[in-house]
Each structure stands twice: as C-alpha cells, then as structure tokens.
C-alpha cells in the first residue's frame, strides 16, 4: 500500500495518516522525496480502502499494489486448477462443451436435447429450471419438476448436469439434481448466495456480471473460495457496452487475462455474449483460439418454438458444425475437444 | 408490436410468421407496402420478445411497440404515487432527506448520527446491518445487533428507519426493525428477492443497478409492483461508465426521465452517485433542481474512522450545509424540503 | 513518478528500470520496503507512460502522480479564469445563456433566432454554418453564406456568435465571422486543429468528446492553452453510456470536477446532452446548480421544420421558461443570469 | 420508414404527421389498428431522423427500417470487396499481416523493424510519421523526414507502406510515400478529412472510433465510399467500456457483424485493442478465427526503449511466433497467412 502526499503537505498532515495506518494494522515506511512524501506500508491490505485515504488532507493518490483476492489468485496455485467432476476435467487439456436448451420446458424437449447434444460432443448438459427474467410477466421456468426431466434425460445419454441456482433457499434442492451450480450474472454479487455456494460440495460455474469488472469477478469467486469450495470455474458472457447490435459485447480478452491473474478454469458462453445465433460459431472459435477452457452453447430442437432466448439458440445441426468447428481450432491451439 | 418483412420476403416467409403470432394469441393486421410487408399485432405483449423474431427467414425487424411494463408505468397512475411511511409522505411536495451512516458501527455511533441528522432536517436515517462488499475480506455489518441499536436511535429522535435487505429470508427480521425496506443496486435483478418484498406490508425503495437501462429498473419495480406492494421508490445512484474520477456517472437525466414513464417515487442518492464527499453538495442541489423526490446521503460523525465508505460520507457540519442548500433549491423549483 | 518492484524482483531488474528512468533524465530515489522496492523519479513526466514500465520484467506496478496537464490545472491559476468576449465575462459571477439553432438555414430563420434569444437573455448567438454529420446524405450545412447571415443577425440584436469550426483550414474564415470559435465533441482530439485554434487571437470553446475523459479534455485544453491562446472554455455535452432513452448521459458531476481540477469556465450543453427536447430544462437547472458556468442551448423558431437537430431543439416560449427557471436556480446558488 | 401514433392519436395529429412526410418526399401509407395507427412512407430515408419525429404530437414512436448507409452496405456488393493494392489483396482468402513500430524514429529503427517483419511473412509495414497524441507534450513524430525512411526500408524489403493521415492538408504529401492512408480511430468522425480522402486514388484504412457504434463506423466508410474511392479497408481496435485491465476492449463480435452488414474487408489491430503487449497474441488468432481478414501488429525491435506505446509494441520474437499461430489458426478457417 502507498500514500503519495501533496507538494507542500505539512508535517501535520503526514504524521495524521501515518498514525491513522498504524492504527490499522499497518508498519509505515517514509520516503521524502523532492517533490512529495510517499508512505510505504505492510499490513492487513484487505482492509485498505484507497478512496478513505484520498479524500485526507494533504494526501494527493493511493494505490493497494496488492491485489484485494488471495485465494483467487494465480499465486495461489500457479499450476492452475482443474476441476473434476464425475469423469469430466474442466480447466485440463480438454475443451469442454456444455449445451442445451435455455430453460427446460418438456420431457420431449429436454429428451432430444440430451440426445443430440451428447452425440455432437458435449459433455455436460445446461438447461433453467428457475429463470432469471427481466420482467415479472415472462416465462419463469418449470421448477423442480424441469430439474427431474434434466437428470433423468442427462443419465439416459451419459450427460453431466448443469442449472442455475437463483438463491440460497434453493441450494439443497438443486444439490439433489445438478452436478455443477450455475451463479448467473445477475447474481454475481449477491454475496449471501456467494456464501452459501461456497459451502457445498459441487462445482460452480460463476458467470462475469454484465458491468463486473475482472477484479470484481475474482473477488466474487474469492467468497466461494473463502468457504472452501475451491471448484470454482468462471466464465464471460459479454458486457454492456453502448454498442446494440449485438445484445452484450464479448470480452474475449477477459479470457486470457484471467487465465494469467487466476488458477481458476474460464470459459466462455457465447450465446449470452452475443445474443444472436448467427454469432455464436464465430465467437466461440474466436474464445477457443484465446484460450478458452470451454464453451456454454445454448441449443434447442426447434429454436423458432422456444420458450425463452430462441433468438440466441442453435438449430441442433449448426451444433454439431460448432463442434467440429472447435476441433479444429482446439486442435491448433494444441488441445482437444 | 409490429414485424417489418425484408424487401422480397416471400409469402411462405410471411404466412410462416403470421401462423406463430397467431398461435400465440395475437391478432394481425397486414400491410402490404411498396417495399416492405409490416405485419401489425394485438396480444399478449408480456410474452412478446423481438430478438426471437428478428432470426426469422424474412424478417428485417420487429418493434415492441407497448412498454413492457403497465403497473409500474405513468398511465397506470397519471398523477403520479405518494408512498406514505408513518408522517412521511415521498413523492409529495416535501423533498425528503434520508441520511445517516453507510453501517450501524456502535451504539454511540448511530445515538450520535441520529441526533445530528434529525436536527439537521432529515426524517428517515438510513444506515447498514448486514452489508453487501465485494471483497469477503471487507467488514460485513453488525447484522441484527445494528438494527436494534438504529431502531432505538431513530426512535428517541423521531426519525423513521430504511437498511438494506440483501435475501429473502432476511425479510421477516428487517420488518422488525425497518420502516422502509431497501434492494441495493447489486440486487436490482434478484427476483427472487424482489417477488418477497412484493408481498410485504412495507414501503421498498429499490435502487437502479450500476448498469440497468432505466426499463429494466422499471421492470423490476414491476416484480415488486405484480406481488401487490404499491409502494416503491425508486432511486439513482449512479451507473457504470468508462469515466473514473467518480466512483459511479450520476445519471441525473435518469430523474425527469422516470418522473414521465413511471408514476412512482424517484429519489438520487449522490454520495454513491460519486463516491467522493467534495462532490456530493453540487450533484444533491442538481438532483432537487432536476426533479428528484428526495435524497440519500452518508454522512458520519467521523468519517476518517468509519468502517465503510468513509470517502464518500459528510462530515456532520457539510451535511447541515447541505441541507440549507436544499431548501433554497427545493424553494427555486417550487418545493419544499 | 512511482515504480513498485514486484515481490522478489531482482537487483539485476531494478538497476535496469533504474538505468531507463535516468537516461531519461529522472533523478530516482529508491525505497527497499520488506516486500516492495519502491522507485521515486522527479524528471520529464510528461514523457513518461506508465504502462511503458508495466510491462517491464520485475516491475508490479507504476503511476504518474502528477497530473499530464501543467496550463489547464487550477494549480496554474487557482483563482480561475474569466474569458472576456467583447462586453460578455464566461467563468464570472454571471452565467451566460448561448443559444441559437442547430444550423444556419436561412436568413428569415436566423433573424427570427436572434430577435428571440437575445430578448429572453441570451448574449451569445450559436448556430452552425459547417455541420459534422454522421451521414454524407444529412444536411451539410450552408457555409460561409450561412457565417455571413449568422453575423448579421446577431449584430442587430447585439449578440456575440459562436459557430463550429471543422478543420484548421477553415480557421481563418471562422475569425471574420465570430467571437467564439467552438471546436466540437467529435473533434477534440482532432491534435492539428486545437494546435492551429491555440495560436488564434479567439476564444475557443471546447467541447467535450463522448467518450473521453475528463483526464483528456483538459488535456486537449491543453493543446490549445499551449499554442498561447488561453482563453479557452469547457463544456460538458453528455458521454456514451449503455443508456438509450437519453441520445447521451449527461454527465453533471464532470461540472464540479472540471471547476475543481482546472481554472477554465466549464459550460454544459443539455440540448445535446439529453437530444430530447422535454429533458432541457431539467437538465440546464441541474447543471446551473452543480456550478455551470453557462448554457448552451438549441432552441428554433420551428423545431417541426427545423433542417437538424428539430428533436432536441426548444420552442421560443420554451426557451423563456428556461431563461427564468436559470434565473431562480442561479439566485440560488449565489450567481445571476 | 414507420410512425407508430400513441393509442387516441388525433386525426389531427395523424394528418400533421402524414403532411410532414409528404412534404419531405415520402408516399404515405396508412394502416389504422386496433389499438396504433401505423405511417409506412417510402422516399428519402437518408433524410428522415426519427427523433424528429418522436417529438411531434400523438407519436408514439419511429423505425427507420432502412439502413442509413448505402453503398457500404453489403447488399451493394454482396459478394464482398477485395482491395488490391500492388501485389496484395486485402479482403480474399488470404489473412493479410501489417506490422511495424508505433513511430518511425530513425533509420536504423526503421531498417531492422522492416527487415524483420519481412521475414516473418507481413506484407505491410506500418508506422507513424504523424502521431496523434493526447498530450501536447508527448512525441508527436518525425513527419516528413519519417515517411521518407519508412518508403526506403520498406521498398528494400518488398513492403507496402500504411501510414496514418491526420488532416486533409496532410494528403497530398501522404500520397507520395504511402500506400494506403490510415484514418485513425480519433478521427473517424473528422468528416472533412474523409470527404477529402474520398477522392484521392489509395486504398484507406478506417479505424473505429473507441466510442462508435458498428453503424456509424459504416456511415464514415460511406463518406469516403460516396466521394467515389472504393478501396476502403476497416479495422478494429477496440472499444471504451468501464473495464480498465486492458486499455480498451476489443469488441472481437464486430467482426462478424461487420462481415454480415458490409462488403468491405474487416481487420483487426490486436495491439491498440489491449495495449498490452502479453494479450496481442490471443487476441490476433480469436480475430482471425472469428474471420478477420488481416491484423495490424505493432512490433519494435527495442520495445524497451520505444519513444510510443513501447508497452502493447511486441518483441521481433514475438512477432514471429504470432506469424506462425496465425497460419494455424488461418488454415483452421480455411484461409491462408
């Protein structure tokens, strides 16, 4: 941590907020330059605030120079971490496909949805039972019910299973059913789900928010991490930007900047990124040839009937395209699909 | 709700997009111009999403037309809500001061902070129990504790009390303690949280995420709305922009903007509208003077020592400042405070 | 100037960075903390980027401190500035209505404008003779002829006139017609035209670009301010965000960190700001009551057939409204209009 | 072209709007709804603004439902657009590499970057002789006496030559040394500057603007499109959004989106869209699997002690090993390097 004084601030002004650090926590190194006093300081840097510093007086600029997550770091474990889950390795050589159809709407659909997704090279199976919507009046998922038609489908095709969990109340029920949790966007700062995810043991795949920076999205894997689930697998699925053509813009190079910054496997989700399927292939090639440890595809068997985000949703043949698609470019990345 | 067919578009293009307006209950009127068929409907608007037809073969574009909001929208209510909480009236004549601290911290604390508060004019004193902090490091609220000690305070001075509730199962404990039940921007889009507190008998002032369009903080007023509590304030507090001198890019548009599309309340709060103390008086006297029901301000009896957000809080002689500002404001546009 | 070694970084390392910095003509005090070498450098900082040094090996983490800006600080001149254009004072006690149509059209047109603005109490005349469109088949504006008719206008009613200029070569034709030559958003940082700008014998105001930084408006101001022309004038004109409703945000609190980082007047232009007509008003009060120095405001005789700019443009009586709703908000805040 | 009226719109209002639109030149056709009444007008669409119109009484709202641009559009040549300059395509199956320093800085410099990009397989060296730069105190280049050194290098090598053109005055003495001009992304909206380009006989690379939208990239392209040179070549380098990690986000998306709207070729320029030197690589193979018809690398043989952007500038090293990822990924797409 580092507070660089004003031109001209006073001896007063300086010896308050060394006394102020030290108060912390803090052991105080000063310097006095030429020009300004910079104060130097080792100690308990999460709770270092820079804004409570610059707005002191005499004080001109702070900076943590240490990063606020610990845990999520790439120091923390420089090798990288893989998660393992069933016979699935997310962060591994392997690129991993996880699709399916929005939300879970029959036991026809999520059926033929299993069958095709696991024939084109998927390997785990995503779908809503409960569904984040904007508004009160749209379709709000089926529920447990879409978690039972889920499972059961994923089981018949030798699927893993992945859904969203809104809030914490509905952890133990979606425990029973998914093998992964899926954190949304919308909830990537609702820590008390953050909390109570942190405590289970499954897999959870923690989705960018759409204004989430890339620190913020280390800090929010941090609260899983701090309970002790340490199977933490991100993923970007585009920000919001002033450009409306496409629904978010993509942050591809989140990609290989969290892989740098964190151990934690990424991944990427096109169909959410772009929000139109005429997207979706060339956003996920580009993901793969950055680095991507995976992709989340949103894919129906009738995309036209759909009863959420068919705009975004793969006809099942351009599914299997994406897939030998991904091959090749995993190939020339030097890994495998 | 109208679909635009591209040039050329054939008739098979176009019956195919008919038949499924059809079957989803709509009615359609076709136009027939020199260049462009345009298919107009009436139906259930609420299930009506552009982006699923604009992927149709033939189809150039597609406009809603209607808001999707009705409860929350101003022909609803052309004169506009009152939300009446004890003697308190927000969204009347009054422009309303709600202030105190950013988290309950002692007793001694929140006893001083509602003193000086309820002496300087404000009716509400606001301040944090169980605190929402990016990093899992950060101090975290005093939880229950922190609402007694501010109900006891506000009580001895008169003064009604909104904190924040950051999960559903919090809310039988905060309606306890709080007359004004407050959804933080992180929280705007949890619609679970906001389908319970659509239930309860209090008032909820809902804040505008740091990266919602102003529709979808309307839609979220209508979750609360649809669940039968009409009382809702809304409130801006500052939206995410490249711009980082402030914390946040106060949207004071968004205030006038509100006031015309929606019936409801509309506070500002610009202590985290800018995250800077120096710059919280001029954009308080820009919100009264754009329109604004009321504000939210931080203020501490030492902010240096505060264990959150102290950079953004008054010092209790800047907040007294304020609030002459205001009346002289509120007085120039015809208000009062 | 700051450079923070990473932990572990080095001698070898930090003799290099050591060796780059001198050479460059910094003299460098280094500070060994316990995880941090520090790296102090008084020198030429305006040569000095930053992320030059970031990527450096060894290297955590650099900062400039002092600001890129020396002329346009209000350190420079911490009493401010007041431009002087012929009897009218920008950046005094009095705050200064600009106002006119979006272009020059016809010489009915601009007479009716001037007669109309100067009586309601505006002093400066703005309308365009040279338009930046974003289309080549918009309106491109009436040229010189349009100058000519502009001059004429406003000197019957005693107005001073400010207009666009689009590129340097049209300065000299600029200063025979106006008081104020306006370099707009889409050009500020168009470097060879505030350089040729900075040696004219004209106030210049400057407006800001949708995407820039405070940061780098003040250094554009710069670029004029270092050409020896220093009466230059700021003004806030609404950023890109992801907010439609508004054409812009309007960024308020620009207004009180412009008037705190620099000495220069700092106008606001909510015609352009909001691009809607029924938002103006509010927004020039909030922008008079967060310390504007001044209004730029579109405003035609008939915005129904106005050739640009008709949506945002204000109707003859509403431009009254707004000249006595200044007066009220200015009292306020302790100015006149 | 279509005007939606509010539900109650008057016959009055109907018939003042339809008034104004045939005054403009558009044939009217009405279709009475329902609920809406709709205005479909075909006619002079590069006139109409929507905004003017959803100001006007009873207006509900406004669709322009043609594409504001023309000749940019993809229907003009929907085969697409190969730009031949020399010997190279630009545009066809070949992935065309650009590289070379930020600035030319002496002969020496010069001499090596483009000996060494030569043998890594670019086929056009870049650098800048002019240098926009946001401080008036940064280098600003060598100007003529740089383009100089730059054509002898890069004619000894078989380069082509790219160089940036900062104002109109500047196009004649570019002409003579360049190959294709660069419009930077600073000045994608200095419309005189692209009418003026517009009619020169080279080949132009546009740059997006960091703040513009995919349509007004493709409206300033038809500046220089209707001035009647049709070599126009685009480029993307990233966008400004609230993430601060990577100096701009690299909006990877425009490129197919450009790819679908427009006929030009569409590249990519890696290093000013991260502006760090570690992200070009996964940056450059995402654009080309994403279909990017070439990038723009910049690569210094000392980046260490470049006078401009050193820090996103990669090592000759580098550049070579980026040559070799790009045939890979190329051939993947089924392109060549």
């Known amino acids: 941590m580092l507070v660089v004084m004003q031109e001209g601030a006073t001896e007063a002004q300086i010896d308050s907020v060394i006394e102020r650090l030290v108060n912390m926590g803090f052991t105080v190194h000063r310097s006095t330059g030429a020009v300004h006093t910079v104060l130097g300081g080792v100690g308990p840097i999460d709770r270092f605030d820079p804004a409570d510093f610059e707005v002191l007086d005499g004080v001109k600029e702070c900076h943590r120079i240490m990063s606020p997550y610990k845990l999520a770091s790439r120091s923390f474990r420089p090798d990288g971490t893989t998660v393992k889950v069933g016979n699935v390795e997310i962060g591994g050589n392997r690129v991993i496909a996880m699709a399916g159809p929005c939300s879970v709407e029959s036991e026809d659909q999520i059926e033929r949805s299993a069958e095709f997704v696991a024939k084109a090279g998927a390997t785990v199976m995503r779908a809503g039972a409960f569904k984040p919507r904007s508004s009160p009046w749209s379709f709000q998922g089926m529920g447990e019910d879409g978690l039972k038609l889920m499972r059961r489908a994923a089981d018949r095709h030798g699927l893993l299973v992945i859904s969203e969990v809104m809030n914490q109340t509905q952890i133990p029920l979606m425990c029973e ?143 299997e395209e994406l897939m030998q698609q991904l091959r090749i470019i995993a190939t020339a990345v030097g890994r495998t699909v």
Request: with cysteine.
């Open 177 to 319: 059913y998914v093998d992964i949790l899926q954190v949304g966007a919308r909830n990537m700062q609702n820590f008390d789900l953050l909390k109570e995810v942190g405590k289970v043991k499954k897999a959870v795949l923690l989705k960018r928010g759409i204004s989430a920076t890339i620190e913020e999205l280390l800090l929010s894997a941090e609260y899983i991490l701090s309970g002790g689930n340490m199977d933490v697998i991100l993923c970007e699925r585009g920000i919001r930007t002033f450009e409306t053509y496409t629904r978010n813009t993509m942050d591809i190079s989140a990609i290989p900047v969290v892989k740098k910054l964190s151990h934690l496997p990424m991944m990427a989700d096109p169909s959410h990124g772009t929000g139109r399927r005429d997207k979706v292939l060339p956003m996920a090639r580009a993901a793969v040839a950055a680095g991507a440890d995976g992709v989340l595809i949103e894919v129906h068997h009738d995309p036209d009937h759909a009863l959420s985000d068919g705009a975004q949703s793969l006809y099942p043949q351009q599914f």
